[in-house]
């Protein structure tokens, strides 16, 4: 019985796991911010207005791939930034989140 409980739950492991993706797909969606708004300046980029956290930090640096979303855009407008020296972004939650080396996706 036991066998059959741990087969069924591995069975289910993939599963949850794109479940998880979110209806968009794809690894960038499993951390970040989305913003009120969102602007981008060369390379950086910077959300403002009612940010919340999404599996990131509320505060401080911010280190690994993440992505920034403007809440209340008409077209879908998101950065991916991702570290470069060990610091891709800082947050200041709610006011706003920086993010570093980001391109739009």
């Known amino acids: 019985m036991v066998a059959a409980m741990a087969t069924a739950m591995v069975g289910m492991a993939p599963v949850a796991a794109v479940a998880g993706d979110g209806p968009d797909g794809g690894h960038h969606h499993k951390r970040g911010y989305i913003c009120d708004k969102l602007e981008t300046h060369g390379h950086a980029a910077v959300g403002s207005g009612h940010c919340v956290a999404i599996n990131?930090?509320?505060?401080?640096?911010?280190?690994?791939?993440?992505?920034?979303?403007?809440?209340?855009?008409?077209?879908?407008?998101?950065?991916?930034c991702v570290h470069k020296h060990g610091v891709?972004?800082?947050?200041?939650?709610?006011k706003w989140v920086r993010g570093n080396h980001?391109?739009?996706?």
Do not use: D, Q, Y
């Not at 891709?88 to 709610?94: D, E, K, Q, R």
């Open 56 to 80: 990131a930090p509320r505060h401080g640096v911010i280190r690994g791939t993440f992505t920034i979303k403007a809440r209340h855009h008409h077209h879908p407008h998101k950065v991916v």
């Open 88 to 94: 891709s972004g800082f947050a200041n939650l709610p």
């Open 102 to 105: 980001c391109h739009r996706i």
